[in-house]
């Protein structure tokens, strides 16, 4: 303890925790540093400051509405890079599955018997029906509705109705379409590409390690909602913006979550952001050693281009799954509540009004302020926008976009067409 010369008073000492000059670890060893966090939290919150960038950036408001450059964001960003199709907890055990369509391309997860798990492209291999409606569900076949050709889990053509008057179908060749596919810290990566490689450990950086510390893998599925928005980066943005939580949230989210104070790390194009609380300062009064940073912050990872995780590692999350709608001007999220396996009915209750609640905050703030952005867009009022110094999370993603989108070749899509035109 030491004696605040000016009052007399008795004042913990604590240790001042700068901000980082490095901040983004891609490719190092993530050690357990939400103590630390905290810690920077305090420090903001004394100094009267925040994680910051060195300047301003300015993106184009054509960024975000130019037609040509959204279907090459959502052409290299969603279907050439890798997504996630699918949490653990929407496919717990074998013969489940969760169908889905991300960015025009119907997607099919599923568990199988060794444990593992397989994505598809949910289209028969005859006409390319759907073999499965969108949502979750558990199945040994699936069989589709058209014509009734049956899959199995792992996606084998086992069976064709009326198949004495079809012909001579190869079942070795029509299977479902297998998409590159692993699963890693409670989440299901795919990439969308059949041909595509995945190599998730220079994908992440290392960053798994610290979506570990999440739980996810250890969590079940609760709830599921499906929201509309504008344009998938205005969506975005908020995920990652400290700035606006007391203002455009003062009697909701603000009730809890200071605006303005908030941390920032990256690996690559994957982003940490941890928010300072209303009950962060009570830190000052407890011992360094009794610290509980789950306790007194608020923690978001994103997983580039279209995942936001807001949970600190305890008894649940919340998974917002972002993906682009079927023009510019629209998106769709799905947000997912994830819960302890072991949770009590109580806690069940209570965290399906906080979805209620969350779904209210999103749908009536959120996406209703970024509706109005999009409103706007095209009127002239402004040719750019301006991200501050004290915004790095919306920085990093729109300079990430930018250059995965200036560096990323895709291959044109492939035809059964040959040179001469004849099929």
């Given at each position: 303890m030491s004696v605040d010369e000016r009052t007399g008073d008795a004042q913990r000492d604590y240790p001042r925790f700068p901000q980082p000059t490095v901040h983004d670890h891609h490719g190092s060893t993530w050690t357990h540093d939400w103590h630390e966090v905290a810690g920077r939290l305090l420090t903001h919150l004394d100094d009267d400051t925040t994680d910051s960038l060195p300047d301003m950036l300015t993106v184009p408001v054509a960024d975000y509405l130019d037609p040509v450059r959204w279907e090459r964001e959502v052409d290299v960003l969603f279907r050439n890079t890798p997504i996630v199709a699918a949490l653990s907890a929407h496919v717990p055990d074998p013969g489940s599955y969760r169908s889905i369509e991300i960015a025009g391309i119907p997607v099919l997860t599923v568990r199988q018997a060794d444990g593992g798990v397989k994505a598809f492209i949910n289209a028969c291999r005859h006409r390319g029906a759907l073999v499965v409606e969108n949502g979750c569900g558990q199945a040994r076949r699936f069989t589709c509705p058209y014509h009734a050709w049956s899959y199995n889990n792992e996606g084998a053509l086992v069976g064709i109705s009326g198949r004495h008057k079809v012909g001579?179908?190869?079942?070795?060749?029509?299977?479902?379409?297998?998409?590159?596919?692993?699963?890693?810290?409670?989440?299901?990566?795919?990439?969308?590409?059949?041909?595509?490689?995945?190599?998730?450990?220079?994908?992440?950086?290392?960053?798994?390690?610290?979506?570990?510390?999440?739980?996810?893998?250890?969590?079940?599925?609760?709830?599921?909602?499906?929201?509309?928005?504008?344009?998938?980066?205005?969506?975005?943005?908020?995920?990652?913006?400290?700035?606006?939580?007391?203002?455009?949230?003062?009697?909701?989210?603000?009730?809890?979550?200071?605006?303005?104070?908030?941390?920032?790390?990256?690996?690559?194009?994957?982003?940490?952001v941890a928010f300072a609380r209303h009950i962060t300062h009570e830190l000052r009064d407890i011992p360094e050693s009794e610290w509980k940073p789950a306790k007194h912050v608020g923690f978001v990872h994103t997983v580039f281009p279209h995942v936001s995780v807001a949970g600190n590692g305890g008894r649940g999350a919340m998974v917002s799954q972002l993906m682009p709608g079927p023009t510019s001007d629209r998106s769709r999220t799905m947000q997912t509540h994830v819960i302890a396996k072991d949770a009590t009915d109580e806690e069940r209750e209570a965290t399906i009004k906080r979805a209620d609640f969350l779904e209210w905050v999103v749908n009536e703030e959120d996406y209703k302020t970024g509706l109005g952005i999009q409103s706007a867009l095209a009127s002239g009022a402004n040719t750019e926008f301006t991200f501050g110094r004290n915004e790095p999370g919306n920085q990093t993603f729109h300079r990430w976009v930018d250059d995965l989108l200036a560096n990323t070749a895709v291959a044109p899509p492939r035809t059964s067409h040959n040179e001469s035109g004849e099929h």
């Open positions: 001579d179908v190869d079942t070795s060749t029509h299977g479902l379409t297998e998409l590159p596919c692993e699963e890693r810290s409670g989440l299901v990566f795919a990439v969308l590409r059949p041909d595509a490689p995945l190599d998730l450990d220079s994908w992440l950086g290392g960053y798994d390690a610290a979506l570990d510390a999440l739980g996810l893998a250890n969590m079940e599925l609760l709830d599921e909602r499906e929201l509309i928005g504008p344009n998938w980066k205005i969506a975005f943005d908020g995920y990652v913006d400290g700035y606006h939580l007391d203002i455009l949230h003062k009697d909701t989210l603000g009730t809890d979550t200071m605006g303005n104070v908030m941390t920032w790390d990256a690996w690559g194009p994957h982003q940490r």
